[in-house]
């Protein structure tokens, strides 16, 4: 059996992804076999040393040495691995967590880490996560998702928005890592008109727009362990001179503290963890998860999004959790490849 941890992909999340390779490549237990999916398509199969040799992940584009190369994942799948193998998913946002690549190995009959498809798929969709929690009886926000429609009419949603809550945000209804979100609020009357006018520009028809909440905000990772769901400490996610945060905010150390465990009485902390595993247990999730909730000013916990691939790098929430609970990414990974064997056998 061979442990191939694969990593990069085609997503706006390829850099998070190679560094959470590098991080799960420290480990001492386990030996990988390592699979670089390209930007453009290609699967590279490199040595452990081309991520160990790579500087600033976040920042710089990874161009390994050596590999044997395969022009597409399918074929690399068949020549490259066996149905004896396990799959470490390091892959994050776009096919790689929207449950494409998941059902890709499905058909191939191979075992992976991590949710099956259908799971991914949904909580990838904000919209159909977001709805399904509201059915679970969680609190969400009002949102309204930008369908294939003129620019006239986006502005009507927008404006609509507007006159019943005065600040909102949009969101990709299909990406992580606050890439491409966008805040507005009535108040910033200056920026206001030139930002609305930027934002219809853009393609907006894989966007959503959400009632922008004011408060704490909080994640709380959960993961399986033989028939049973463990609850990490929640990670106050504190901003900084920002009212959401993006890409570089979180990588690049900018206007962000991260407190793991979180400051918070006993009460709220249990809240917060009864809502990550109602979010990972309804959306049929399966290994572990990230869901991320936030606080308003009346008390209130709004459900905002489930991850099924959290980042796993030095710096990603994750593991912050995993630490202050003693597990270390050794062991983290070693029961995940053991409830996937278990999982496929049942």
Not at 77 to 95: M, N, P
Request: with cysteine; net charge positive.
């Amino acid at each position: 059996m061979k442990l191939i941890l694969i990593f990069g992909g085609q997503s706006l999340e390829h850099k998070v992804s190679i560094a959470t390779a590098q991080n799960i490549s420290t480990s001492s237990m386990l030996k990988f076999d390592y699979w670089y999916w390209t930007e453009n398509g290609e699967v590279l199969i490199i040595k452990k040393i081309d991520l160990k040799l790579h500087r600033n992940p976040f920042k710089k584009d990874f161009q390994p040495l050596f590999g044997n190369r395969y022009k597409n994942i399918k074929d690399a799948i068949i020549q490259e691995s066996s149905v004896f193998d396990v799959f470490i998913l390091g892959l994050h946002g776009g096919d790689g967590e929207n449950g494409q690549f998941q059902k890709l190995l499905e058909n191939y009959n191979r075992k992976y880490t991590g949710s099956k498809s259908k799971a991914c798929h949904l909580a990838m969709n904000k919209i159909v996560s977001r709805l399904m929690m509201e059915k679970a009886g969680l609190c969400i926000s009002p949102a309204c998702a930008f369908q294939d429609c003129e620019v006239s009419i986006k502005k009507k949603i927008i404006w609509f928005f507007l006159s019943k809550f005065t600040q909102f945000v949009i969101k990709p209804v299909a990406e992580g890592s606050s890439i491409g979100c966008f805040f507005l609020s009535f108040f910033q009357k200056e920026e206001f008109s030139l930002n609305i006018t930027n934002l219809l520009e853009k393609n907006l028809n894989k966007s959503f727009i959400e009632t922008f909440i004011d408060g704490r905000e909080f994640t709380v990772g959960v993961y399986n362990e033989f028939g049973v769901i463990h609850s990490l400490v929640p990670t106050e996610i504190c901003k900084k001179a920002v009212k959401i945060a993006n890409y570089k905010d979180k990588y690049w150390g900018k206007y962000i503290v991260e407190k793991t465990p979180a400051e918070i009485p006993i009460r709220l902390l249990k809240k917060l963890q009864f809502i990550s595993k109602k979010a990972h247990v309804n959306m049929g999730c399966y290994g572990y998860s990230r869901s991320d909730m936030i606080l308003d000013r009346n008390g209130n916990v709004f459900y905002l999004e489930t991850n099924t691939l959290p980042g796993l790098s030095k710096v990603s929430l994750y593991p912050q959790a995993l630490h202050n609970k003693g597990i270390s990414i050794d062991v983290f990974l070693k029961n995940q490849i053991e409830i996937t064997l278990s999982h496929v056998k049942r």
